[in-house]
């Protein structure tokens, strides 16, 4: 085993036996990133100098018997996340040469935790898309297949952890953006209850959709992570005083009492037959893992695309009014005010931020306000209640991810329909605010199918506990793509 390939939680047992200092740790990593950088396109910034800085002090912690289990581990950090000093682009020529003079709510925490980040991860610009094809800077390629997406927007993110870039990763999922790539790229991706993590210092696209979650090689690595970046924040108005547990508590190899429920509309026409014999498998193992599997309905399912695709870009058309060529980022100099915002937004955003600026406009404006946006919000409520109502009945949900593998690069790119409804086994989630998971649950043709875990509002220990009893039955985790 090399030792980009540890999972954090063996990394960590090394660095506090000093069988391993973080400093190796570090150049190990940035040793990859040289060696598979150029093949993968993960990362916009790697962070070289500051990433060893931070080992060396995390060195003299571990030596004086401090930190704690992100203490000395290299992470990756999507670039929609503010780093003090670094550049955050949000893979948008809108922010190229942006760099924050203050850090997100979670940098702070990792930063206390004595994490080291080697490297901000592209995106799909703003975080809009499903395949980080719609980044501004370049497309990221799966470790899997070069020629095939990672899924976006965290694809960057994803292909870190995949790819041995980073033993971790932090991404941002609005409407699948963690648990998509996640499950594109064979890695574990969590999307936590919506106010369990701080908004704060996370560039918004859709603020009551939005929320950072970690993505990692294994699930015993994100409880890790999930137990350091979780909590209340009072600079975020969306941030819930729910008391945060110790994750790795709820981690037990059988499912012995559960009760799973199985929502077929997420089971959709067109999902392709390997992704249906995978879940098939997958559900079976979940059963001689001791949990009660129930088939059950979620009718309101259907209306989710239709729901998150006013939404959302309602928000964003607000949140990116901010992007007006005068108080930061891309600027022209026009001869008027007018020419220079026109252009400004024009040169500054890619097509498909310009597509939902125009959605969520129209949504919002005089006579349609009524007729779709405070709609989808009346059904919004009524695909939260139907999830409600069914975790009332059962502990968790189980689903794919996504209905189908990994495709190529270019193959739909210019077909929006087709690219939206890549999440459309995610979206009801954030519309909904509960929590999910995304673990590697086969292969088809050798291309990673994931498998997706639902839990109640604040029970991510719940969703944990499922995920990680599969884990440990299958073989799926340890499995690295060959690049």
């Known amino acids: 085993m090399t030792r980009m390939q540890y999972t954090i939680h063996e990394a960590h047992q090394l660095l506090k036996a000093k069988k391993l200092s973080s400093v190796e740790l570090t150049q190990a990593c940035l040793e990859r990133i040289r060696q598979i950088e150029p093949k993968v396109k993960a990362l916009v910034t790697v962070t070289d100098k500051p990433a060893l800085e931070q080992a060396q002090q995390a060195d003299k912690l571990i030596a004086e018997g401090k930190g704690g289990p992100l203490t000395g581990i290299p992470l990756a950090i999507k670039d929609v996340i503010c780093t003090k000093g670094v550049r955050t682009t949000c893979s948008s020529k809108m922010l190229e040469n942006f760099v924050p003079p203050y850090n997100a709510a979670v940098m702070e925490k990792l930063n206390a935790a004595g994490a080291v980040m080697v490297g901000k991860a592209n995106m799909d610009e703003f975080a809009m898309g499903s395949s980080t094809e719609n980044s501004a800077l370049f497309t990221t390629h799966n470790p899997w297949d070069l020629e095939r997406v990672p899924g976006g927007s965290s694809g960057g993110s994803a292909v870190a952890v995949a790819a041995g870039e980073a033993l971790g990763a932090l991404g941002s999922d609005t409407g699948g953006s963690i648990r998509q790539p996640a499950g594109f790229c064979s890695v574990v991706g969590l999307k936590p209850t919506y106010g369990r993590v701080s908004r704060y210092g996370l560039v918004a696209f859709a603020s009551s959709l939005d929320q950072i979650g970690p993505l990692t090689q294994d699930v015993t690595d994100c409880a890790l992570m999930l137990n350091a970046i979780a909590g209340q924040d009072k600079r975020d108005s969306t941030s819930i005083p729910e008391i945060v547990p110790d994750y790795t508590q709820s981690l037990k190899p059988d499912l012995k009492g559960m009760r799973i429920g199985v929502p077929k509309e997420y089971y959709v026409e ?60 891309y600027s022209y100099a026009g001869d008027t005010m007018w020419e220079s915002m026109e252009k400004t937004r024009e040169n500054g955003f890619g097509p498909e931020v310009k597509r939902r600026i125009m959605l969520g406009t129209y949504a919002l404006s005089a006579g349609y306000y009524d007729a779709w946006y405070v709609k989808a919000q009346k059904v919004r409520t009524l695909i939260r209640r139907e999830f409600d109502a069914a975790f009332e009945k059962y502990d968790a949900l189980v689903t794919p991810t996504s209905p189908t593998v990994p495709f190529k690069i270019g193959e739909r790119a210019d077909d929006p329909l087709a690219m939206y409804l890549s999440d459309v086994c995610t979206l009801p989630i954030n519309i909904a605010g509960v929590p999910a998971v995304s673990i590697p649950a086969g292969f088809v043709d050798g291309l990673p199918v994931g498998m997706q875990i639902i839990g109640k509002h604040f029970k991510e220990e719940t969703i944990l506990r499922v995920a990680y009893a599969y884990e440990q039955a299958t073989e799926w985790h340890k499995k690295k793509p060959n690049v």
């Open 270 to 329: 067109g999902m392709q037959t390997g992704v249906s014999a995978a879940m098939k498998a997958a559900l079976h193992k979940l059963e001689e893992l001791g949990a009660k599997l129930e088939e059950t309905s979620l009718p309101h399912t259907g209306y989710s695309l239709a729901v998150y695709y006013i939404i959302a870009p309602s928000e964003a058309s607000a949140n990116l009014a901010r992007y007006d060529g005068v108080k930061y980022g």
